[in-house]
């Protein structure tokens, strides 16, 4: 289930001097794997800082493992990246979602830009018609002083959703099922892209299936001079 399609080809965009890779139909078989991700009892994200609420406003899980035959991707993305695979080369999914009300504002924030040690590798695994994506902001920001502190350590109350007006929107990535982008997370200031209510329930106990839920698969990884491998 993690064979690679050899059917296909690399694209590569530049944003700002940084290279962005992309492959459609990347997995032979995204369907079983698919099955094997999401078909499980995914862990709730631990409620802390900046997601306090966490269970009440919203759901964010997340199932982090290790399996050798994921190798295959996970050399692709460190040769075309040209950096080294983080956590041991091991995969984190994420599963959102988020209750209709006043809380979970998407059409003036934007859900906790954040950055990462190097360039992440995300899979989608929805059918989202392109929308709701990962939106990449410029860097810029990374000089403000409060998003200095956000990134070193949040403020007790800080939630997740940030208002638009902080930022400055670059590019949003398009998804499209198993279609693999690889981005420069260190570089640039990252979100998911909430362009929409397709995600939004109205009762978070009434959540029966993953596909409710905005899933992807991720891999990261750091430059070769960074020896902490687990950053």
Avoid at 146 to 170: A, D, H, R, Y
Avoid at 212 to 227: A, K, M
Wanted: aromatic fraction near 16%; proline fraction near 5%.
């Amino acid at each position: 289930m993690w064979k690679l399609n050899h059917d296909t080809k690399v694209t590569i965009t530049n944003l700002k001097g940084s290279k962005i890779y992309t492959i459609d139909n990347v997995f032979a078989e995204p369907q079983k794997l698919e099955r094997y991700l999401f078909n499980r009892q995914t862990a709730q994200v631990e409620s802390k800082e900046p997601f306090l609420q966490n269970g009440l406003e919203f759901l964010k899980c997340r199932y982090h493992d290790f399996a050798d035959k994921a190798a295959p991707i996970v050399w692709l993305a460190s040769k075309l990246c040209n950096q080294q695979p983080s956590f041991f080369g091991s995969f984190k999914t994420n599963c959102d979602i988020w209750l209709n009300g006043d809380y979970n504002n998407w059409k003036d924030n934007y859900w906790f830009p954040h950055i990462d040690h190097g360039y992440n590798c995300i899979i989608y695994f929805n059918q989202d018609d392109y929308t709701n994506g990962t939106n990449l902001y410029d860097p810029s920001v990374k000089e403000e002083e409060w998003f200095k502190t956000l990134m070193e350590k949040v403020p007790t109350g800080t939630q997740p959703w940030i208002s638009k007006n902080k930022f400055k929107l670059l590019k949003t990535l398009r998804p499209k099922y198993n279609r693999m982008v690889l981005f420069d997370g260190a570089y640039f200031p990252h979100s998911p892209a909430i362009v929409n209510d397709k995600y939004f329930v109205e009762s978070l106990d009434d959540v029966l299936n993953r596909t409710q839920f905005r899933s992807n698969l991720c891999f990261f990884f750091h430059p070769y001079e960074n020896d902490n491998k687990e950053n």
